[in-house]
């Protein structure tokens, strides 16, 4: 007893809030101290009470060395720690069914107390803020904090600062709303809003699909006080992706799309364009202007999306990321990015893993996203326990230590107040929050869908439920805030504007699509294929040309590089200033360097894209004692633009759909995604499909993403040969983008700048080299640089016209291989012609060599890919003489390429030869 007895003396307050500091934050409490909690912790445990992992040797108690009160409140304050930890397990937040039971429960008997310590007053109270309170009292709290409609996930969080600012946050009003008659009025008003919109689509257009948000009615409130809140604290621009559950609603309610556009599209009327497809309502986006009831001017955006759940996500982070730093100079809290999932999705779509990775990567964090799931509790027919093993669909959030809250969205004052502490939460602290908006759907997937084939028990409660406005409504009028006929005259005013708004939609034959974000684009025109194929000016004064070389291949003075990094910036400066034989490396490092002179910026990103994953781009430099990085091209003169490189986490489909997010957003940054090998790239197959080939047909967006996609059968395997050129060329139509498969470093250079300069944008997919990397005949001159452009053709400037009985036309790295081949055997009756540009393509020059080489009877198409693979298909559905050409390629196969290397190189060979020789073909 007498080692403890300083115990009787002290005020039990501070042993409370010593105790409670250690069970959050082990670590920060003296070693002694911890000692003895660990060894009352140990005593507990054998008494039956959960106790945390041992980390150190505790303090052995006697029985009775501790008095009895200090005891009962180190109990309380386990008690605390459990409401805290386990909280939301039993809380109120299910509008429709039973919450599932968990054990152990927070009844103070799993804590080692009893009915008979509820009126004792326990100075545990403290640590809550609440002073010293009886247990009953202290129950009660806790009860209203946390398991009421609000359930809270948190205290895996490590920082102390953010869980200290939770706790004080949740203990103000008991974690309840506050809010003034008007602001109830208002919420009141938004609410009405969401349901007589979906009652009006209901009655107006029986059985159309709209993914109806009833049920969940209360986000539209919640995203208007959001709105409302955020531009009052400051910030300017709102990027928002969601899918299409509510998406009407919140176009017409939030971002004040006309209800009279909505309504043309729920008719069916053609485009007032013919240049583009459209798409249906639900996936369309729009960008507006709004100004907030205390006068604060925010802009709003909602990306356009597919059917493909979750994909818009990584695309809003990219717009996100584009306007923080092209307007706002980094400053995120200025522009706030708004994920809204739904349940299914966000359990089972990978894409959000990759997306969450990138919270707090440098190259793509954007200071929080608040990620609000619209949980309808199924997924199509599937119920939440056959689509996730986790208890939470929003369990993927503790991969960044983000809380979670846990909402009934039949509580709309809670779900505006979880809201508002979300928003708040991430303007403090710049990351990612989650709000877990627990409701209902009130009808199937879609409304000609029937959910008692799945679900007849949950229907038939939902059937009976009432809507969140009625049931907010009845609250208001017993609290004397609203009049018995208030809601009655709120519905009619609505409906008349909505009807006011059919008429008017019916008197116009078409309907109108606008372009998102157009005020971005302003000066930028959409061309069709003819304008493509014109040739546009990329020339360069060789002066400049040489000041950017020479700010390349010159490192700082005052810093160490490896030898080699030292070898190889010197490298550069003699192939430009010595040798005038201009490498790969050089002609993207001159196009970058070009480009930031006349004021456009550049984004390079990808796996391993700083170095470059052959090594050959050294781009970011790092120094060897300190790791610094360095740009060389931020030491041009006269630099006008700025350049980001980063490596990016190990994904494509999120990466991929960040970097064209981008790119929507920064016409005058060369946005460029690679790929580690190009065969990688079929992992963002659906960013591909869904927005990169069809995005203008659909929305009518423009996007000048470039993808560096290596390609080239070199014997590496069937995952390492492939871009899976053919994949592409198959989506290519009329014109949405470019294809080209490269073999010069000018045509590169060109290329690039062609991208910037030109008055449109269009994706560009480059198939970039392995081994010409380094080929020694693959190099340019400095005046093909400056004075040359891009040749989408390129002729055998070797050839002999007259002597030409074979022409080969072929693409890529293989010409080098022809080209090898010729030269040993000395073939001068035979021409090889390159298509540098596969989409669109060449056809006039194509044409011009066939008339030139009019001597040949021998006319092949040349593929190191196998014949259903490759450009060979392409090219007989966009150039009819290609029918009547020999090929000259690897048989049928359903692997890229060979594992083996002597197959690789027989199979390589054999088609080779059989360019030469026609009596091969076979």
């Not at 960040?658 to 060369?670: C, Q, V």
């Not at 060329?729 to 290329?751: E, F, G, R, W």
């Amino acid at each position: 007893m007498d080692r403890f007895s300083f115990l009787n003396a002290a005020h039990t307050a501070y042993f409370a809030e010593l105790y409670d500091q250690y069970l959050q934050y082990p670590d920060s409490v003296e070693p002694s101290w911890r000692a003895f909690f660990q060894g009352f912790d140990f005593g507990m445990e054998q008494n039956g009470v959960a106790s945390e992992t041992l980390e150190e040797a505790p303090v052995n108690f006697e029985e009775g060395e501790i008095p009895d009160h200090v005891i009962k409140e180190f109990k309380v304050i386990r008690l605390i720690d459990g409401y805290r930890t386990r909280g939301h397990l039993f809380t109120k937040t299910n509008p429709v069914r039973e919450r599932r039971k968990y054990a152990p429960t927070l009844d103070i008997e799993n804590f080692d107390l009893s009915k008979e310590d509820l009126d004792t007053v326990f100075n545990a109270g403290d640590v809550l803020g609440i002073g010293p309170k009886t247990l009953k009292e202290i129950i009660t709290h806790l009860e209203n904090v946390y398991c009421d409609s609000i359930g809270i996930e948190y205290m895996y969080i490590r920082k102390p600062e953010e869980i200290s600012w939770i706790q004080s946050k949740l203990n103000i009003n008991e974690n309840h709303p506050s809010f003034s008659a008007e602001e109830k009025k208002q919420i009141l008003k938004k609410l009405n809003e969401a349901v007589s919109f979906e009652s009006f689509l209901h009655t107006k257009y029986v059985g159309q699909k709209r993914f109806s948000l009833e049920g969940g009615e209360s986000l539209i409130p919640a995203l208007d006080s959001l709105i409302e809140k955020a531009a009052e604290i400051g910030v300017q621009e709102f990027v928002m992706g969601m899918a299409h559950r509510g998406r009407l609603n919140t176009l017409t309610n939030i971002f004040g799309k006309s209800a009279k556009d909505i309504f043309s599209e729920f008719d069916g009327k053609d485009y007032e364009q013919d240049i583009f497809d459209g798409d249906v309502k639900y996936h369309l986006g729009w960008t507006s202007g709004r100004i907030t009831d205390k006068g604060k001017g925010i802009n709003i955006n909602i990306a356009p999306n597919p059917s493909h759940l979750e994909t818009v996500g990584p695309v809003v982070e990219g717009i996100t990321r584009a306007k923080q730093d092209r307007r706002y100079e980094g400053d995120v809290s200025k522009v706030l990015p708004i994920l809204v999932h739904g349940d299914a999705a966000i359990s089972a779509q990978g894409v959000v893993y990759e997306v969450i990775q990138m919270a707090k990567l440098d190259g793509y964090k954007t200071g929080g996203t608040i990620h609000i799931v619209v949980n309808n509790q199924i997924g199509f027919t599937t119920n939440y326990l056959d689509g996730r093993s986790s208890t939470y669909c929003t369990d993927i959030a503790k991969v960044t230590l983000s809380p979670v809250l846990h909402v009934n969205a039949d509580d709309v004052e809670a779900v505006v107040h979880s809201i508002l502490f979300a928003l708040e939460f991430r303007m403090k602290f710049g990351r990612d929050v989650f709000i877990d908006l627990l409701g209902y759907r009130k009808y199937g997937h879609n409304e000609g869908d029937e959910p008692r084939f799945t679900q007849p028990k949950l229907y038939k409660v939902i059937a009976k439920h009432s809507n969140p406005r009625d049931i907010y409504a009845e609250k208001l009028k017993k609290d004397g805030v609203i009049e018995e006929d208030y809601v009655k005259k709120l519905e009619k005013e609505y409906r008349a504007k909505l009807d006011e708004n059919l008429e008017d939609s019916r008197k116009e034959e078409t309907t109108r699509v606008t372009p998102f974000m157009y005020e971005e684009w302003e000066g930028f025109e959409s061309v069709r294929q003819e304008g493509m194929m014109e040739s546009i000016d990329t020339r360069v004064d060789i002066k400049k040309l040489d000041k950017v070389a020479e700010a390349i291949s010159k490192l700082p003075g005052d810093k160490k590089f490896l030898r080699k990094i030292n070898k190889i910036i010197e490298g550069r400066k003699k192939m430009y200033f010595e040798n005038n034989k201009l490498d790969w490396s050089m002609a993207e490092h001159l196009a970058y360097g070009t480009l930031l002179t006349e004021g456009y910026n550049i984004r390079l990103s990808g796996q391993d894209s700083e170095r470059g994953t052959f090594s050959h781009r050294h781009a970011v430099l790092k120094v060897e004692d300190s790791e610094e990085e360095i740009i060389l091209h931020n030491n041009i003169p006269d630099r006008d633009g700025d350049i980001f490189i980063y490596n990016s986490l190990l994904s494509e489909y999120g990466v991929l759909g960040f970097d064209y997010g981008y790119a929507m957003t920064s016409p005058k940054t060369l946005t460029i995604w690679e790929a580690q090998f190009g065969d990688f790239v079929n992992g963002a197959q659906i960013m591909i499909d869904q927005y990169i080939s069809a995005a203008e047909d659909k929305w009518k967006l423009q996007n000048g993403l470039v993808m560096f996609l290596p390609h080239g059968y070199e014997g590496q395997g069937a995952e390492h040969s492939s871009g899976r050129m053919e994949r592409f060329l198959q989506l290519c139509a009329s014109d949405n983008m470019y294809v080209a498969d490269i073999t010069t470093p000018a045509n590169m250079y060109h290329i690039l700048r062609r991208q910037m300069k030109a008055g449109f944008r269009k994706p560009l997919v480059i198939f970039t080299p392995k081994s010409l990397l380094r080929h020694p005949k693959v190099v340019s001159t400095k005046e093909e640089f400056a004075e040359g452009s891009f040749k989408p053709f390129l002729d055998d400037e070797d050839a002999k016209v007259d002597k030409i009985k074979t022409l080969v036309f072929c693409t890529g790295k293989f010409y080098y291989d022809l080209l090898e081949f010729r030269e040993e055997n000395k073939r001068d009756d035979v021409a090889l012609v390159r298509l540098e540009q596969l989409f669109p393509l060449p056809v006039s020059e194509m044409r011009e060599a066939l008339k030139k080489y009019k001597n040949a009877n021998d006319i092949v198409w040349a593929q190191e890919e196998p014949r259903n693979m490759g450009a060979y298909g392409h090219l007989l559905l966009h150039f009819d003489e290609a029918k009547s050409f020999r090929v000259c390629s690897r048989k049928f196969y359903g692997s890229p390429a060979a594992g083996s290397s002597v197959r690789f190189k027989k199979r390589h060979e054999k088609v080779i030869a059989c360019v030469f020789d026609k009596n091969l073909e076979d």
